[in-house]
């Protein structure tokens, strides 16, 4: 069965610097996706950044990047130039890329809770 | 449009209250979920919808139950919760048929508490 892990219950970092938040998951599968979800205080989970597994290039969306290891399983996300928007739960979470029934659902880690210092 | 839509977004009921939560998409989306997150946790599946169909339930109580009147609605009523029950309820979407899995879109949940 896969698994998500998520390190670090909770970061702070002062605003306009950058943070790495980590991210490792335990997979057999060859095929598959990687997510960073965010989920403010009391507000909707929305995606930040997805990769693909077969994809060597490592997925950026502005100030947000990941380092995608396959070999070393591990999914990390950086942020740069922090804002006070971007505090928020942020959730790593692994999907097969095989159809079938089973395979039809994300494994989410336990969750980083980041802190923005002004 | 990426919206899927969750109503209502608070809700307090009683034990032997029946009600319903309702989630709508407008994506063409054909799979659909329901999550329940208790706080400071990660959302944890209950079911998913595929073309219409139950194609997977975590084992959840039968006074959860799902309906998907058609592709674009979900519903899950509920009927003689628990206390702990409550907790933030969250409604996802995703295509399918697309060589494997794709990215899922959540609602902004409804927050149920079981008095």
């Known amino acids: 069965a896969q698994t998500v892990t998520q390190s670090q219950p909770e970061m702070s970092v002062q605003e306009a610097e950058t943070v790495t938040l980590s991210c490792t998951y335990d997979?057999?599968?060859?095929?598959?996706?990687l997510f960073w979800y965010k989920q403010p205080p009391s507000r909707q989970m929305i995606l930040v950044i997805r990769q693909e597994a077969y994809k060597q290039q490592n997925a950026t969306e502005n100030r947000f990047s990941v380092n995608f290891q396959k070999a070393a399983k591990s999914f990390s996300l950086k942020i740069s130039d922090s804002q006070l928007g971007d505090a928020a739960m942020y959730f790593c979470?692994?999907?097969?890329?095989?159809?079938?029934?089973?395979?039809?659902?994300?494994?989410f880690g336990k969750g980083t809770r980041l802190h923005i210092l002004p | 449009d990426t919206e899927v839509t969750q109503t209502p977004k608070h809700l307090v009921m009683g034990m032997t209250n029946k009600k319903s939560l309702k989630c709508e998409q407008h994506m063409g989306h054909r799979a659909m979920y329901w999550y329940k997150q208790k706080a400071k946790k990660p959302p944890e599946l209950m079911f998913v919808?595929?073309?219409?169909?139950?194609?997977i339930n975590e084992s959840v109580p039968s006074r959860f139950s799902p309906e998907c009147p058609n592709s674009s609605l979900l519903n899950l009523h509920l009927h003689a919760l628990q206390p702990e029950d409550s907790a933030l309820y969250l409604c996802?979407?995703?295509?399918?048929?697309?060589?494997?899995?794709?990215?899922?879109?959540f609602g902004p949940g409804t927050r149920l508490t079981v008095l």
């Open positions: 979470a692994y999907r097969s890329a095989h159809q079938g029934n089973r395979d039809d659902k994300i494994i």
């Open positions: 919808y595929s073309y219409e169909k139950l194609s």
């Open positions: 997979t057999s599968e060859s095929d598959y996706y």
């Open positions: 996802a979407s995703s295509r399918l048929g697309t060589g494997g899995a794709d990215t899922q879109y």
